[in-house]
């Protein structure tokens, strides 16, 4: 399996400040044959289903605010928020989808500071 | 609009078993692969297996293997995850996803949407 392993595990960012999430893979997620990195990340609220925010790495769901990105090839990925707001508050989890089983990372847990 | 609705939450004994069900609409229920996730409490997500309703091809994570059977029923556009000799350790939030469809990528995608899960409670 390929494990993925998220830092920090906690994170509080001032709102309007910028929050910056890592996520490493022990193997590449980065697929030659189409040039695209089989990386997602996800926003989970209490109460709610997790979130598709960003897929191949980089591309932002429809419907996400652009101050959502991610960036990273290979087997180190950011997802950044430019400028926090409330409603960011979450548990994020990257996802690998190069091959099943498609391993989630631990989780980043995102607050106010 | 595309929809996944689970039933509801459910309280078991150790030693029973479970089927929960996951209700697709708004799309070809047949062509995607449809999935599985569980977080325990306060715990993380984790990818327990898809499968492919068309020919119900199924992967599992090597973690729930022999534990849990995912199924379909094509004629109702329903999915479902059985979990067999239930634990305590089986307590948990049990998610259903779509996994979108990527042209040449075999079963390879991300999740979305998500049906609203599904809270199973084992206690004696």
């Known amino acids: 399996d390929i494990v993925m392993t998220q830092s920090p595990d906690s994170l509080a960012v001032s709102l309007g400040e910028r929050a910056t999430i890592n996520c490493k893979s022990n193997q590449s997620v980065f697929y030659s044959s189409s040039n695209k990195n089989y990386l997602a990340w996800y926003q989970h609220k209490p109460g709610q289903p997790p979130k598709l925010l960003i897929y191949?790495?980089?591309t932002r769901e429809s419907g996400v605010p652009d101050r959502f990105s991610g960036s990273g090839s290979g087997t180190d990925f950011t997802l950044t928020i430019s400028s926090l707001q409330a409603e960011d508050v979450a548990v994020y989890y990257c996802q690998q989808y190069y091959n099943p089983p498609h391993t989630f990372g631990q989780g980043t847990k995102l607050e106010i500071k | 609009e595309v929809q996944l609705v689970q039933s509801g939450a459910e309280v078991k004994k150790p030693g029973e078993s479970l089927k929960i069900s996951c209700y697709s609409s708004g799309y070809s229920f047949t062509k995607y692969w449809i999935g599985w996730v569980r977080q325990m409490p306060g715990k993380g997500l984790e990818w327990m297996g898809i499968?492919?309703?068309?020919?119900?091809?199924?992967r599992y994570s090597p973690s729930f293997q022999g534990r849990v059977t995912i199924s379909a029923d094509k004629s109702i556009s329903t999915a479902y995850l059985q979990l067999s000799s239930l634990q305590a350790s089986d307590t948990a939030m049990y998610y259903c996803a779509r996994m979108t469809k990527i042209v040449g990528s075999g079963s390879s995608g991300w999740f979305g949407p998500w049906g609203q899960g599904t809270l199973v409670t084992v206690s004696s």
């Open positions: 499968l492919y309703p068309d020919d119900s091809d199924t």
């Open positions: 191949w790495a980089s």
